[in-house]
């Protein structure tokens, strides 16, 4: 019985993992990244999540290793403190509270007690680079008060501040500022501002610090990279160009040694410079997206790239890819909503460009893409691209229905309706029918026949145009191979009106199409119109039926703000109420319905049967931004709540959207519940990588070992408890230094493990005089066969030479023989 808490709206994981660099361990063996409110150890090897630190009660803004431990990690939150982790074991250590709204993070090994941040003072636009000391304190959590300004009118991007020997440089518009530590100066140098238009684009763009030469390297919004030297004077200084990227470049990080230099841009390409020359360069070619941050390894072996579609590639120091740890991708526009595989349980949505994602809710992170359009992407922002409008899975997951368009005037629309079927051998779906053109113009929804008994699998797509067509799937077999296609079976209108929405009632013998304010009822069969309702209320937005025990209703959302409810079997208006609604999903599992409106304030959730009047739940503010999409996913295994207004939330979990794309969820678990990853209590040694086939046979093997253990247990033989020895206490509690040597020890050490022949527990006590009785009374028992014996052979005249004697087998027998119970006999 779960315990009864307050419901509560709890992110769900996709939160930005390319929001900060990324960090490496110091044995390369672990990389962190931020998440939300939250700090995520991944596995450089497996790409799995081991860990996820928690603690802090806003967004992440920094991650450093700790210079003076290689176990610990510092992080900084908006919500003003540092906190130090042990991410092996993912234990918090302290909680530094600083005061500010920190946004950055920075650590110097020769900064022993002292870390430095980035705070905002005053107005929202200047930044201060401030130096934080951590006061050595036993407490948990320690205020941390002591500030001292650095670098002032700063950006505020981590990209921006880079530190080297002795030195800490800063770059913002058109300016670099150099801070010497043992001087206590800043110096700074001016590029040609934007007037010039031969200058145009000088801006600063991020910085990086040569780890062993005094080199500065600096990134600009023309491509270029220039590699400052001498800058500890102000006139003599000089610097070199550097030129690949045809766009800004995003990031700079030299190597652990400093012989090479990293860049990547909106190219997609990792450009190694080695020895900081034009003519020897290396690259990394089509990795996928934007190039956003770059980081080394502390052991030179490994780099990565944090990319704009919210992934981290894991690099060798020969340049190719080890690992990818995706995240959900944020598309700028979210066209075909939110979808659920039926087949994985996997939300399904836009992703990159020209792609559909399937994004694992329970262990937050991307199974697979789906490439839809099937076209190389240019990323140029005047090219007008095709963009992926709409989706459906239809059949339980066997068929997937896919539109996209391209508009580049109004009368030029190109449009393209494709349609998958799920291949079992591939373990995929594959291309098996292409429409051009399905429509005249935009296809404004789109749905599958889902019923249970529903011989042909059909599709029915509306459109602007004012039609709705049905598709079906048939025979499309020839003299070469078997095969099936779709092709349009009926094509149905209502008075020239724009088709809006069409959905299947749940038995699928209806089929429900909106026509701008009229919705109109067709029969499945024929196709014949059955019935209209017709309340000009405003262009209906959205429009459901009913499930189980209230299929006989259908309600419809208008752009006017009324929800209305309609009974099929009386063909009328059951009820209407005035509700701006901007999302309707029913639970598939349930009669239940969500309704998420629109308010001044933000955003609002209403949770009803359409049989009931009264709401089953409502919760205010749901968000403050506006929900776009919303989806019920089917639990796997359901919650029991008693309580009536939580009862909606048992068998399936809603999700939804907002506008910023934050996915988030009703749920009475925290958080830090919902995104603990299975690895986390599956964590395997550290010779032994957590791979999928290691949860296959790793279980399988662990279940042998135990088995054959507790075969062995009899054989083994039982030593005493080590809590029982005084020399193995006396070792484990002594400081070591005060502890003599080794070899003074060892000698007591080892005969205090040995057992002695004397010393006997009472269990073996009691079983070895158990073992003795039994002997002698085998004894007796022989004894009295053998006198037996001895008279049988006396009263025979074959005298004493001719004794027989028993062998031991024969003995066993007749023992047996003496211990069966022959009373029975007595009773005849």
Not at 459 to 472: E, P, Q
Not at 757 to 766: I, Q, R, V, W
Request: aromatic share 10%; with cysteine; hydrophobic share 35%.
């Amino acid at each position: 019985m779960v315990a009864e808490e307050s419901v509560r709206v709890v992110r769900c994981g996709g939160s930005e993992l390319n929001f900060r660099r990324a960090v490496f361990s110091a044995d390369s063996k672990y990389i962190f990244c931020v998440s939300g409110d939250f700090v995520k150890v991944h596995s450089t090897a497996t790409e799995e999540c081991v860990h996820i630190l928690q603690g802090h009660r806003n967004l992440v803004t920094g991650i450093q290793l700790n210079p003076h431990n290689h176990l610990q990690l510092y992080s900084c939150s908006f919500d003003g403190t540092i906190k130090l982790w042990d991410y092996v074991d993912g234990i918090l250590i302290k909680t530094f509270v600083v005061g500010h709204k920190l946004h950055a993070l920075f650590t110097v090994t020769c900064a022993e007690d002292s870390v430095f941040v980035i705070i905002n003072k005053g107005k929202q636009d200047i930044f201060q680079l401030v130096s934080v000391k951590l006061p050595k304190s036993s407490s948990q959590e320690i205020e941390a008060k002591e500030l001292s300004c650095v670098l002032d009118y700063i950006n505020q991007s981590p990209k921006c501040i880079a530190f080297g020997n002795e030195v800490c440089a800063a770059v913002r518009d058109f300016y670099l500022s150099v801070y010497f530590f043992k001087k206590k100066t800043t110096s700074r140098f001016t590029l040609s501002s934007s007037r010039n238009k031969k200058h145009a684009k000088n801006n600063f763009t991020c910085v990086a610090c040569h780890p062993k030469e005094d080199c500065i390297a600096t990134g600009h919004k023309d491509g270029k990279i220039r590699l400052w030297r001498n800058f500890d004077d102000d006139k003599k200084y000089t610097y070199t160009c550097l030129h690949w990227h045809h766009d800004m470049v995003m990031d700079l990080a030299f190597s652990v040694t400093g012989t090479s230099l990293l860049s990547g841009g909106r190219e997609s390409v990792l450009v190694e410079w080695r020895d900081a020359t034009e003519k020897n360069k290396e690259f990394l070619p089509r990795l996928g997206a934007t190039i956003e941050h770059i980081s080394v390894s502390p052991a030179g072996d490994l780099f990565c790239t944090s990319h704009s579609d919210n992934k981290i590639i894991v690099i060798h120091r020969n340049l190719e890819a080890s690992a990818v740890i995706q995240g959900l991708v944020k598309d700028s526009n979210i066209f075909t909503g939110l979808m659920v595989d039926p087949r994985t349980k996997a939300l399904v949505l836009n992703g990159k460009p020209g792609h559909l994602q399937f994004y694992s809710l329970q262990h937050d992170k991307q199974l697979y893409n789906l490439d839809i359009i099937q076209q190389e992407y240019i990323n140029d922002y005047g090219l007008i691209q095709i963009e992926l409008t709409k989706a459906a899975f239809g059949c339980y997951g066997n068929w997937l229905a896919t539109v996209e368009q391209r508009q580049e005037k109004e009368t030029e629309l190109e449009l393209q309706m494709k349609l998958w079927m799920y291949n079992k051998k591939t373990q995929g779906f594959v291309l098996n029918t292409k429409v051009n053109m399905p429509h005249e113009d935009h296809i404004t929804a789109l749905c599958f026949c889902n019923a249970e008994k529903s011989e042909t699998p059909t599709l029915v797509t509306a459109s602007k145009d004012g039609h709705f067509k049905v598709w079906i799937l048939t025979d499309d077999s020839d003299i070469y191979k078997k095969a099936v296609a779709w092709t349009c079976d009926f094509v149905g209108s209502y008075h020239k009106y724009q088709a809006t929405n069409c959905c299947f009632s749940e038995d699928g013998s209806l089929l429900a199409v909106s026509f701008e304010e009229i919705v109109t009822i067709w029969d499945s069969e024929t196709w014949e119109l059955k019935c209209t309702f017709c309340q000009r209320a405003g262009k209906i937005r959205h429009l459901c039926f009913g499930r189980l025990t209230c299929s006989k209703y259908l309600l419809g959302a208008t752009e006017n703000g009324i929800l209305c409810c309609w009974n099929l079997l009386s063909c009328a208006l059951e009820w209407s109420t005035k509700l701006n609604v901007r999302v309707m999903e029913p639970d598939p599992n349930s009669e239940n319905i969500a309704a998420v409106s629109q308010s001044s304030v933000g955003s609002d959730l209403f949770v009803f049967k359409p049989s009931e009047p009264r709401p089953l739940y409502i919760q205010k503010n749901i968000s403050r931004e506006e929900v776009q999409w919303g989806v019920f996913v089917p639990r796997d295994v359901p919650e029991s709540f008693t309580s009536e207004a939580y009862q909606w939330l048992n068998r399936s979990q809603f999700y939804f959207l907002t506008k910023s794309q934050s996915l988030l969820t009703f749920s009475t678990k925290s958080p830090e519940e919902k995104l603990t990853p299975t690895s986390k209590q599956l964590l395997a040694e550290e010779s032994l990588p957590t791979t999928p086939f290691y949860f296959i046979l790793g279980k399988h093997r662990e279940k042998q070992d135990e088995k054959i253990n507790k075969a062995f247990e009899s054989e083994l033989v039982q030593l005493p408890l080590t809590e029982n020895i005084p020399a193995i206490s006396e070792l484990l509690h002594t400081p070591a230094h005060v502890l003599p040597s080794a070899s003074l020890l060892c000698s007591k050490f080892v005969n205090s493990l040995l057992l002695s022949k004397e010393t006997k527990s009472d269990e073996e006590t009691l079983e070895d005089t158990d073992t003795e009785e039994e002997k002698e009374s085998d004894d007796s028992d022989e004894e009295n066969d053998f006198t037996e014996k001895i008279l049988d052979t006396n009263n025979t005249d074959l005298g004493e030479d001719l004794l027989y004697q028993l062998s031991k087998s024969e003995e066993k027998e007749l023992r047996k023989f003496r211990k069966v119970d022959y009373s029975w006999i007595t009773a005849l």
